[in-house]
């Protein structure tokens, strides 16, 4: 700890008296400073014990009280008046207006030598360094140690938060609380789910401090709080949480620092590491897809512990294009891996570029912890959509692929988050015919239909759409448009002449009927 006043104080070599603020000892003393003139602010930053003998200062209260008031002002710690020399004793003005302002005053005696308490606060501050360094050294060393050891991750957290005298936490990237110690911090490490969620939204590293009953903390605890990212490369891996009853040190603060880059450091890993890691979790990924199941499964075993048991989804996500789209995919496959992870749930990644922008393709347990944390990130990002294959055996995958790419496609199409294989399987072919292609094709084919309707007689568009829906019955769609039979003939010949095409070919009534309810849509 920095050297206080009451240390000072305590020194029996200085012979010091305290005659004025003796309720704020505790100020901490960053330097001795000695000076006589009248109006010494200007040369100070505050935290200074000053010293005067006062030879300027005289005898008038009003001079004496304005200079013990800009003293105050400037945020001097205390002030030590040497009496022997300009002043016998120190003024009871001097005193009194130390005591109005809460300003320590300290009676120094002729024979203790100014320099002398400047030496003491020296030393004292030497020493306050030497073992911030010594410290923190061993704390690096300690928590090195933890690092490399089993579990290294909930280990540094379980020694920082000795360290520091508080508790400590660690989220993963996706928020989600990993680590924490002692036990009983795991509530108030779960207040900070908003706070953790706000820096998770900014590049890393980055931090934020909280005291108390700060927002963003539901707490009764009057904590000091600091909330640090965890990553090398501006994207979060991770977040650390600390608590304390007092805010930290200087000395606490390169001991969290150390703790910080080893725990950035072992989320990181190498990069190389984590793109080899990447390319053969994708390589596998495909081979299950294309039907190699049983070579994937004998090359996952010693690899990644084998592959995703039971019934399983394969899972499509896509974007636009961009490095925005492809950092929400990249965020995306992070929260199901990290999911994953949690439960000790096997699943298979795969980053890659398509014709249509960059894809991200899961394969993952059919209702796990992966499958459940990919549908809540595409809830979470804007212009994030994915395709979900129905549940599936491995042996199977490549038909599940197949599943999920057209139901990204139907996702895409109608601005959907999300979209299950059982969802396009058991709707209606008509939502897909608003798509402008489909819609241009119904205009062009049609259009003929439609001038003829505007500027002649007879309702051609309404006496197709009657014939079509009545499967060709003209007596049933006569009656739908209360018109008789042969009206309804001529003007399916008349459709033929405008269309040039045949009314008994099937095809064509199709396109028709499909046209028809495109220009529904």
């Not at 305590?10 to 009248?38: C, F, P």
Request: aromatic share 4%; proline share 4%; glycine share 10%.
């Amino acid at each position: 700890m920095p050297p206080t006043l009451a240390s000072v104080v305590r020194n029996t070599a200085l012979h010091l008296t305290v005659l004025a603020g003796a309720d704020h000892l505790e100020r901490q003393v960053r330097w001795v400073h000695t000076s006589e003139l009248d109006d010494p602010t200007p040369f100070l930053e505050g935290g200074e014990l000053l010293l005067t003998t006062g030879i300027k200062l005289g005898k008038a209260a009003s001079r004496l009280q304005a200079y013990v008031h800009r003293l105050a002002d400037a945020g001097v710690v205390g002030l030590g008046l040497g009496v022997g020399l300009s002043h016998t004793e120190v003024p009871h003005a001097l005193v009194e207006a130390a005591a109005q302002r809460g300003l320590p005053l300290l009676r120094v005696p002729e024979a203790t030598p100014f320099i002398a308490i400047s030496k003491a606060v020296s030393a004292a501050l030497a020493a306050e360094q030497y073992e911030a360094v010594t410290t923190s050294f061993e704390a690096q060393e300690e928590l090195t140690r933890a690092a490399l050891g089993k579990d290294g991750t909930t280990a540094v957290v379980r020694r920082l938060a000795a360290r520091l005298g508080g508790w400590a936490a660690l989220y993963d990237g996706s928020g989600a609380l990993s680590a924490v110690a002692p036990d009983w911090a795991a509530r108030r490490a779960g207040r900070l789910a908003a706070e953790v969620d706000r820096l998770r939204r900014r590049p890393a590293p980055s931090s934020a401090a909280l005291q108390g009953r700060s927002p963003g903390i539901d707490t009764a605890d009057e904590d000091f709080v600091v909330v640090q990212s965890l990553g090398a490369d501006r994207r979060p891996r991770g977040f650390l949480a600390v608590g304390t009853e007092d805010r930290i040190t200087p000395t606490e603060r390169y001991v969290l620092n150390a703790a910080v880059a080893l725990l950035t450091l072992t989320l990181e890993r190498s990069r190389e590491l984590r793109q080899a890691e990447e390319r053969m979790g994708a390589a596998l990924l495909h081979m299950v897809l294309s039907g190699e199941v049983a070579t994937a499964r004998q090359v996952s075993a010693g690899l990644f512990g084998g592959l995703p048991e039971g019934e399983a989804r394969v899972m499509v996500a896509g974007a636009g294009n961009g490095p925005e789209a492809a950092e929400a995919l990249s965020e995306l496959g992070d929260r199901a891996e990290q999911a994953g992870g949690r439960v000790g749930e096997r699943l298979l990644v795969s980053r890659e570029d398509g014709p249509h922008g960059p894809r991200l393709l899961v394969l993952a347990q059919d209702n796990g912890a992966a499958h459940r944390a990919c549908l809540g990130a595409v809830e979470e990002h804007e212009g994030l959509a994915l395709g979900v294959s129905a549940p599936t055996s491995l042996d199977d995958a490549g038909t599940a692929y197949a599943q999920a790419e057209r139901a990204l496609a139907v996702a895409l199409r109608g601005g959907r988050r999300s979209v299950d294989h059982e969802e396009v399987g058991a709707g209606s072919l008509l939502p897909l015919l608003g798509e402008e292609a489909v819609t241009a094709f119904a205009e062009g084919l049609l259009r003929p239909l439609r001038e003829h309707d505007r500027t002649a007689r007879g309702d051609l568009v309404a006496s197709l759409r009657a014939w079509l829906s009545r499967h060709g019955q003209w007596d049933a769609a006569a009656a739908d448009l209360g018109v008789h039979r042969h009206t309804l003939r001529y003007r399916m010949r008349r459709v033929e002449e405008l269309l040039g095409r045949s009314l008994d070919d099937t095809d064509v009534r199709m396109e028709l009927w499909l046209a028809l309810r495109a220009g529904e849509e």
